[in-house]
T-cell receptor, first 114, second 108 residues
Framework: KAGVTQTPRYLIKTRGQQVTLSCSPI?????VSWYQQTPGQGLQFLFE???????NKGNFPGRFSGRQFSNSRSEMNVSTLELGDSALYLC?????????????FGPGTRLTVL | AQRVTQPEKLLSVFKGAPVELKCNYS??????LFWYVQYSRQRLQLLLR??SRESIKGFTADLNKGETSFHLKKPFAQEEDSAMYYC??????????FGSGTRLLVRP
């Protein structure tokens, strides 16, 4: 079974631009969660989508948004990029939302904002 | 507030020595606790969860509700255990809250 895939793997943007990151979950998984990983703040939860609905949201500004499609693929969008948005963005999928479902992580997208 | 604290950024031990990676949490209800591991150039992956009460790769972790701790232990460290270890908590909102991580370095 193929693992979680994320595209692109690396991205360089400038301040003020917007970016869209993509995540394809493991086949059959319906929940997708997004995390931001930085040296200073560590791993921080962004949001979770299940059956095309946002189920949970972390403490990030509205510039960070996402969506999920009917095939469970998910996209994350960051508008008006700031230097502090430079990070590794991780996506994780699980069978369903909540409870003790194991989350399987993708390799991440490394975003650099100049 | 839900919080996970891993007090050690780096833990260095010699091969064959016991290992204990500390994790303390703050949560008012009954949490689910996990240990995730990231080996060099690999993805973050689940190592173990407290509800399974299992031993994975020789590692065990016991939930101590009185001390609000979930320390990860292994009696004899191996060089291949060198990795970044993250403790994580899942509360009623089902969000996964991670600690800042501890880098374990096992020296030969």
């Amino acid at each position: 079974k193929a693992g979680v895939t994320q595209t692109p793997r690396y991205l360089i943007k400038t301040r003020g631009q917007q970016v869209t990151l993509s995540c394809s979950p493991i086949s059959g998984h319906r929940s997708v969660s997004w995390y931001q990983q930085t040296p200073g703040q560590g791993l921080q939860f962004l949001f979770e989508y299940f059956s095309e609905t946002q189920r949970n949201k972390g403490n990030f500004p509205g510039r960070f948004s996402g969506r999920q499609f009917s095939n469970s693929r998910s996209e994350m969008n960051v508008s008006t990029l700031e230097l502090g948005d430079s990070a590794l963005y991780l996506c994780a999928s699980s069978l369903t939302s909540g409870s003790s479902n194991e989350q399987f992580f993708g390799p991440g997208t490394r975003l650099t904002v100049l | 507030a839900q919080r996970v604290t891993q007090p050690e950024k780096l833990l260095s031990v010699f091969k064959g020595a016991p290992v204990e990676l500390k994790c303390n949490y703050s949560y008012s209800g009954s949490p689910e606790l996990f240990w995730y591991v990231q080996y060099s150039r690999q993805r973050l992956q689940l190592l173990l969860r407290h509800i399974s009460r299992e031993s994975i790769k020789g590692f065990t972790a016991d939930l101590n509700k009185g001390e609000t701790s979930f320390h990860l232990k292994k009696p004899f460290a191996q060089e291949e255990d060198s990795a970044m270890y993250y403790c994580a908590l899942k509360g009623s909102s089902y969000k996964l809250i991670f600690g800042s991580g501890t880098r374990l370095l096992v020296r030969p």
